[in-house]
């Protein structure tokens, strides 16, 4: 008797599992960016400079040092928060201020942040200052770009050539 229900219970198993996956497949129905939107995201990650420079350690202070752990050169690990500020037509969009990371505040920070915009012509303006020691801004960059209707503009960057628009 139990070999007589075994097939068919398999059987109605396997079918509600295939419904319920194809279900779920075409419903419910998701929009990424519901009308006349686009986003732009910031997204890169970057070790800001040290906060101090590095100095040369007088003859003095080499002797007291351990014989291993004489270098002439002293040089602060900590570094200085990234601040990012990212403009839309002249109005702030985004304003991040990331600390390093890391046990000694050594590390790089990580920023990804998105916002969603009207579509159209736009000119997006990104400012950063990697170094406490500077007033002002150390890399800036701007872009004019045609953004359409759910269009993703990602705003990136590397130290070489700077910020990046894509």
């Known amino acids: 008797m139990a070999n007589l229900l075994r097939f068919p219970l398999q059987a109605l198993n396997y079918f509600l599992f295939m419904a319920l996956i194809g279900y779920f497949s075409t419903a419910p129905s998701y929009t990424h960016l519901e009308g006349d939107l686009s986003q732009v995201t910031l997204a890169f990650g970057h070790a800001g400079e040290s906060l101090e420079p590095c100095r040369q350690l007088s003859p003095e202070e080499l002797l007291k040092l351990a014989p291993n752990m004489r270098k002439p050169m002293d040089c ?15 109005e702030m969009l985004l304003e991040v201020t990331a600390n390093p990371t890391g046990l000694f505040g050594d590390g790089s920070v990580d920023i990804f942040r998105s916002v969603r915009v009207p579509t159209g012509r736009h000119t997006f303006e990104v400012r950063m200052n990697d170094n406490v020691r500077i007033d002002g801004y150390t890399h800036q960059a701007s872009h004019e770009a045609e953004l359409e209707r759910a269009r993703l503009l990602v705003v990136d960057f590397t130290p070489e050539p700077g910020f990046g628009f894509r």
């Open 76 to 90: 602060p690990r900590e570094r200085s928060p990234v601040v990012v500020e990212l403009l839309m037509d002249g």
